[in-house]
């Protein structure tokens, strides 16, 4: 079974509007981490924010927040006033303490394309 | 190095041939950790170094592939009879390596086409 479930395969905007990728996981750990990472069309991946799995504050850096969420364990990224420059694809990834967090599970991403 | 840095970053062979893709981590980063992209996909774990050793070989598909890191910096991934199938990107990443939850940077990657 998928540890990380990315269901929105591709999502198109309009440059201002919001978005939102949602990113659902599974695990039977209770002490985990969750990821998200931004691929752009160069290819290489830039870590964006890291959550343990005991703090399920939401969290707010510039245009981009998260909301994390244990009771339908879901970890969504939320991107205001959507920019051409935030086109890339974007992927949640889960670690684990049971494998003292050393093995990233990641979703199948989700390619945001921004249009002007 | 200021980054992780891999070589080559595209590498075109024919089917059954032996390929050596190359990772030079984060100065100083003691975990290294190889991936494998196919395409539309996400990254994929392969194996995972804390030094010298492999601490985590689970994601290797079979026993054509291997990797390894002699001096605990630099790390090989090896493929043998190479296959159509293992066209794809492969990634390194590097953490610190302390404990808790480390935050892999990755580099560029190097991208296999098997024909």
Redesign the interface.
């Given at each position: 079974a998928q540890k990380v479930t990315q269901a929105q395969t591709e999502i198109s905007v309009v440059e201002k509007e919001d978005v939102t990728l949602d990113c659902v996981y599974e695990t039977r750990d209770t002490t985990y981490y969750l990821f998200w990472y931004k691929q752009p069309p160069s290819g290489e991946l830039v870590f964006l924010i890291r959550r343990n799995s005991f703090d399920e504050q939401n969290e707010i850096s510039g245009r981009y927040s998260w909301n994390f969420q244990k009771s339908t364990s879901s970890f969504n990224f939320t991107i205001t006033a959507s920019q051409v420059v935030d086109s890339a694809v974007y992927f949640c990834a889960l670690s684990e303490a049971s494998y003292n967090f050393n093995k990233f599970y990641f979703g199948s991403g989700t390619k945001l394309n921004v249009k002007p | 190095g200021a980054g992780v840095s891999q070589t080559p970053s595209n590498k075109v062979t024919e089917k059954g041939k032996y390929v050596e893709l190359r990772c030079d981590p984060i100065s100083g980063h003691t975990?290294l950790?190889w991936?494998r992209q196919s395409l539309?996909?996400?990254?994929?774990?392969l194996i995972?170094f804390?030094g010298t050793g492999a601490?985590?070989d689970?994601?290797l598909p079979n026993d054509r592939f291997f990797a390894v890191r002699p001096e605990g910096s630099v790390s090989t991934l090896k493929i043998q009879r190479t296959e159509r199938g293992d066209s794809a990107?492969y990634?390194c990443?590097s953490s610190p390596g302390t404990s808790?939850?480390?935050?892999?940077?990755?580099?560029?990657?190097s991208r296999l086409t098997v024909l």
């Open positions: - | 975990a950790y991936y539309g996909q996400g990254p994929e774990f995972y804390q601490a985590d689970s994601g990107v990634l990443a808790g939850a480390n935050v892999l940077t990755f580099g560029a990657g």
